[in-house]
DNA sequence: GTCTATAAGCAGATAGAC
DNA sequence: GTCTATCTGCTTATAGAC
């Protein structure tokens, strides 16, 4: 395979942006061809199954970050106060401070939403599992983590809806900052 | 001003419903037109904005529906937890038991959300005094009632998300259950 | 692997008959 | 007030040269 003009990485990266800017149905191939420096046709080249590939490979490389920033920190070998912690330094930089959007939210809907469903339900299992096993860790009742890690994930959202209705990021700031304490707090 | 076939009001539901389903960018004129029934040229006649003021109407129509179903309540003069309760039952039916979307949420991002924030800024605006007046009602000082009303909208948005990314609406029901307590309970 | 040029269809919006 | 027919531009997607 020759070696392209832009690493895959990065083209990732910037089509990322964009759906996340403007959702999926807004997110035209003119935009995103725009975005990366890439004509339409290099694009197809690189997703052949056109927009909706290109949207496939932005939720998986999401999905990937995520996994580094979020969940990793969550199974970190230390106490859960600790790892909580960590896991807002991770969703303050995958949210950018609380100015981007999330696809969960974005391509939940619509067009998208037929689309890939299955694919946001799996995420969303995945980061509670991770989060309810730290509140396990911290003493809670099986239950009790599994209630407390689905309200931290709908904090989370929330959080990023009011902020992108209002222009303000102070709503994630805050919601980031009690979040640990929140969901260790003893019942 | 002859008679429509249809009223203004039916046709708004109508037109909410394909905007709360497919965002902004996903309501083409062509599925405005079939979900009311009225050809596109009918459309532009009672809308000569187009699309833009199609929109901003289904705005100011959702909203109206939302003073009366969530924020009337939150005025009645009883105590503070029986406002709060009646708030959850119009919010149950407002959003449709959880399987409808926010137009918050859909009207954020995109052309929409550079069209519409001032609106959406002020709807939370109000709903957040609204809230917090009662919390102020039940005894909290100005400050903790207005991050508790916030948490409180964070909270009813984010179930909403979640609601829609897994197709369950259950996040939905036990947050509204929980939300009178929440709002209330010591500090 | 990237480009220009272009196809085919759908978008939002309008004209004018009834 | 509603319709059919139409216009223009933008949409996704492709062909084929370099």
Do not use: W
């Not at 230390?78 to 959007?101: H, I, K, W």
């Not at 709908?154 to 209705?165: K, S």
């Amino acid at each position: 395979m020759p070696a392209a003009l832009m690493p895959k990485e990065e083209v990732l990266d910037r089509l990322t942006r964009v759906f996340r800017e403007y959702g999926y149905d807004g997110a035209s191939i003119a935009r995103l061809s725009a975005a990366t420096g890439l004509g339409k046709a290099s694009l197809y080249h690189y997703f052949k199954g056109g927009k909706q590939e290109m949207a496939g490979a932005v939720l998986a490389h999401v999905g990937s970050k995520f996994s580094a920033l979020v969940i990793a920190p969550l199974k970190q070998h230390v106490d859960p106060e600790r790892r909580l912690r960590t896991m807002t330094y991770g969703l303050n930089e995958f949210y950018d401070q609380g100015g981007a959007s999330c696809t969960l939210d974005l391509f939940g809907f619509g067009s998208a939403g037929e689309l890939f469903q299955p694919q946001l339900k799996g995420s969303i299992h995945r980061f509670r599992n991770a989060l309810a096993e730290v509140i396990r860790a911290a003493g809670f009742d099986h239950n009790k983590a599994e209630t407390r890690a689905e309200d931290a994930i709908v904090t989370i959202q929330g959080a990023l809806v009011l902020g992108r209705a209002t222009g303000e990021t102070s709503v994630f700031q805050r919601v980031l900052k009690d979040l640990p304490e929140r969901l260790l707090r003893p019942a």
